[in-house]
């Protein structure tokens, strides 16, 4: 299986995550099951259905976290060279020409990404046409609202 690129900081979301789960998640919805198991009758015991749906949830959750993670290829952007190239990991400050609009961007991991944040999926065609440029280069992005060409103001290794 293909190694999936992941920051340092979404790789430690992702255990806090998988720990809560394990820890806190798993062990409540085993103590709800086991009150609802002595409420009688399971066949018409919704809390135990409930319940029981929970778990396959939160199971569901810690198998595909442990997929992730041993799937994952950490990448430290601080110690990487900083060639001035825009790559995984990487903070973009671009302008939008158009809307002369400044933008802050960072380019992460398919599971980090949170535009609201500014946390941009490698794969998003904003990110793929910014990597491998560098600050003053230009990138032109085929939106569905019409292309969107953006000047790279500055490239980050933070």
Known sequence: MNKVPLTVRGAE???????????????RVI???SEARAHGDLKENAE???????QGFIEGRIADLEGKLSNAEIIDVTKLPATGKVMFGTTVLVLEIDKDE????????EDEADIKRGMISI?????R?????????????????GAREFEILEVLYE
């Open 13 to 27: 979301q992702l255990r806090e995550e998988l720990e809560r789960l394990k820890r806190v998640e798993r062990p």
């Open 31 to 33: 103590e709800a099951i």
């Open 48 to 54: 135990y259905h409930a319940a029981r749906e929970q």
């Open 102 to 109: 400044e933008h802050r961007f960072i380019i992460v991991g």
């Open 123 to 127: 794969s998003s065609p904003i990110a």
């Open 129 to 145: 046409s910014l990597i491998g440029k560098s600050e003053g280069d230009q990138a032109v992005v085929d939106a569905p609202g």
